[in-house]
């Protein structure tokens, strides 16, 4: 959409909560009112992900203590509530990634941060009653996917308010922080699981053996307010821009491009591999350490790869995304190996700390890696409008700009739901693996395979010297 003759000034109060006028990339403009409405829009989208995050991996927590309180699922059942939350996430994405340019970031944030509200009391109730029947614990499960499709959308959403020179910084923060759920989550619900935190609104305690008891509800009640709160804050604080308006048509125009295919492919092993690690990291201690109480290392992994994210994405503008990339899976590749360096194996009883020192260095790269992908994807795009409106007319040129956004967007959010898929294969190869082979090691050697195919894919078309698109 044109500027008229005396465009609106961003952020003024009178405008509302649709922004007509959105030039990131002017400088002046950026200078005067553009970098305030974006910086409070991200500080608002962060905290709604972070929800979005806590409530999507809450089952890879409460899994462990489910059948302490008198449920009696199999082990395997138990992978499947800890993996069902990331496969109805990631095929949730997949609509979400197309969401804020037809609804606008505002709405849809509030919206859809709102909906968590349904599995975290739902989940509250049902732990509360031990007849509750798998079949119901499984459509929790699948509801808590709902925060796993925010993701695509608040992604896509922050793209829009940042010019190309930061956009790996703020999709870093957005994304970084936003991930700390997961961790926060694997933190606290520990902590408040063991106290009567809302009592007896709450409900009663489940009784333990020696005397102990266990709030397991509060795991999701906890989240309740938050998320309230954070639905009122996102509609009335964020901003919908009216130049990121596009049908889902014009999106889709993503499914013929080779970029988009290839970055989905990347993203898949560096976030689907942070997700899927962190859903199956607690199981996956409980079944391979059975003296180690999970919960109180499992935050550990999630909460590193959160941090480090925007380190990913401030490395990639400084050094250009595909060689941070390139060399991230290099590292990955040395963490898997690492962890079959420390599993048991033959009878041997594998060492604990060994096996969550490289887990440890294995989420790190994860951030790495999610940061500098996600770095390239509105580089690459923009590069390609660019070569197409070589030559062309100052207004052709705008449109080529305004059209690598909107396409990139729409990548960032697609890619994004691609690679949760990762919360769902990751536990459930561990679960696969060790039914057919008693351990865990042919699912790791399967990433490591994965991860080579991934160097293949960077180094040859973004890498390299000639590559199709260098970035």
């Known amino acids: 959409m044109s500027a008229t003759k005396n465009p609106p000034v961003a952020g003024q109060p009178s405008q509302g909560p649709v922004i007509h006028d959105w030039r990131p990339e ?114 929790i499960a699948l509801l808590c996917g709902f925060g796993g499709g925010n993701f695509a959308s608040s992604m896509a959403n922050i793209s829009f308010f940042y010019p190309k020179s930061q956009q790996g910084t703020a999709l870093g923060l957005n994304a970084g922080l936003g991930n700390l759920g997961v961790s926060v989550m694997q933190f606290s619900v520990p902590l408040v699981i063991g106290v009567g935190l809302f009592g007896a609104v709450g409900g009663q305690a489940q009784e333990l053996g020696e005397g102990s008891q266990l709030w397991l509800q509060n795991a999701g009640f906890i989240w309740v307010p938050f998320i309230i709160a954070v639905a009122v804050a996102a509609w009335f604080g964020m901003n919908d821009l009216s130049s990121a308006k ?61 941090l480090v994210r925007p380190l990913g994405g401030w490395l990639a503008d400084k050094l250009g995304g595909a060689r ?89 959010g697609f890619s994004s739901a691609v690679a949760a898929y990762g919360a769902f294969f990751i536990p459930k190869s561990f679960g696969t693996s060790m039914a057919l082979t008693g351990g865990p090691q042919m699912a790791l050697y399967v990433f490591i395979g994965f991860y080579v195919s991934c160097i293949g894919v960077t180094w040859w078309w973004y890498s390299r010297k000639g590559a199709e698109v260098p970035c």
């Open 246 to 306: 596009a049908s889902f048509s014009e999106q889709a125009v993503i499914f013929k491009r080779k970029h988009n295919w290839l970055m989905c492919w990347l993203y898949l092993a560096t976030f689907g591999s942070f997700i899927g690690f962190a859903a199956g990291f607690p199981m996956l201690i409980k079944t391979q350490f059975p003296g180690v109480d999970p919960l109180q290392f499992a935050f550990l992994g999630p909460l590193v790869g959160a």
């Open 26 to 139: 002017d400088p002046h403009f950026w200078g005067s009112t553009g970098k305030q409405v974006a910086t409070r829009n991200l500080w608002i989208s962060i905290p709604a992900l972070l929800l979005a995050f806590a409530v999507w991996m809450v089952w890879s927590a409460v899994t462990v203590r489910l059948n302490s309180i008198g449920f009696t699922f199999t082990n395997d059942q138990l992978f499947w509530l800890a993996a069902l939350p990331g496969l109805s996430g990631a095929t949730l994405r997949i609509f979400y990634s197309f969401m804020v340019p037809i609804f606008g970031g505002r709405r849809w944030t509030a919206l859809s941060t709102a909906s968590l509200l349904l599995p975290a009391l739902w989940m509250g109730f049902a732990v509360q009653d031990t007849s509750t029947t798998y079949s119901v614990f499984v459509i």
């Open 324 to 412: 941070v990339t390139l060399w991230n899976f290099v590292l990955m590749i040395a963490a898997v190996f690492g962890v079959l360096a420390f599993i048991p194996v033959a009878g041997t009883e594998g060492n604990f700390y060994g096996f969550l020192a490289m887990f440890m260095l294995l989420f790190v790269t994860t951030g790495i890696g999610n940061g500098s992908t996600f770095r390239m994807i509105p580089v690459i795009f923009r590069t390609l409008h660019e070569r197409g409106s070589i030559g062309q007319t100052a207004a052709v040129n705008e449109q080529a700009i305004k059209n690598a956004g909107k396409e990139a967007a729409a990548v960032l």
